[in-house]
Structures are given as C-alpha cells and as structure tokens.
C-alpha cells in the first residue's frame, strides 16, 4: 500500500467515523460506547412507563362529565358523606375543643 493510499484511508476513516487497522479492544469498546445513542435520547428507555398521569386525568375528566365510573373513587366519597352525617368530620379551624374552650372561658 502506497503512502498516499493509506493516508486517504486514514482520512475517510476519520471522516467517516471508521476505526482503523490496528486499534486495540480496548479502544473498539470506548469507540463503540460513544457511537451508541445516549439513553436520555432514546425512546425505549425514555417512554418505558406508561404516561398514567395524564391517563388519570383523561378518567376524572370523563368522572365528571358522567361518561366513566370509578367505583372506588365513588365508595370513598360515599364514606366521606356518611362521616359527615355522622358528625364524625374534623373541625374547622377555630371551632376544635381548644377553641371552645377558650370561647366559654372568655365570655
């Protein structure tokens, strides 16, 4: 091979991202790592979970147009509507057994 042949190779090997006769493994494995597409770019590993955040909205969204039902968000607030009847909701704030106190105490 002549001098000129080997320096185009080595030129086209640069500019082309080849590597050259020669390299070490060691030298292939950090070419190869660098050549591969960062993980923060990639889809498989950006759009692993499913969005269920928006999914989540989508649903209460259609909850409250009456077009999806939710039994167990409809169980929970037919929990919190009984506590309520039953007078066992927590107090506002100002109206706690501290503040009645400190109401018939001071008139």
């Known amino acids: 091979m002549s001098e000129y042949a080997r320096r185009m190779a ?10 050259m006769k020669g390299t070490h493994a060691k030298q ?11 993980r ?8 692993y979970y499913p969005p269920y ?4 909205l989508a649903l209460q969204n259609l909850r409250y147009h009456g077009l999806y039902r939710d039994e ?14 039953r007078g066992k909701m927590k107090p506002k704030k100002g109206e706690g ?8 105490a001071g008139s």
């Open 28 to 38: 292939v494995k950090v070419v190869t790592n660098f050549s591969v597409q960062p």
């Open 53 to 56: 955040m928006k999914i989540e």
């Open 72 to 85: 167990h968000q409809d169980f929970k607030e037919e929990m919190i509507r009984l506590r309520a009847l």
């Open 97 to 104: 057994k501290r503040a009645m106190k400190k109401k018939a």
């Open 10 to 19: 080595y030129l086209s090997s640069r500019i082309f991202g080849e590597l």
């Open 40 to 47: 923060h770019k990639n889809n498989f590993y950006v759009n």
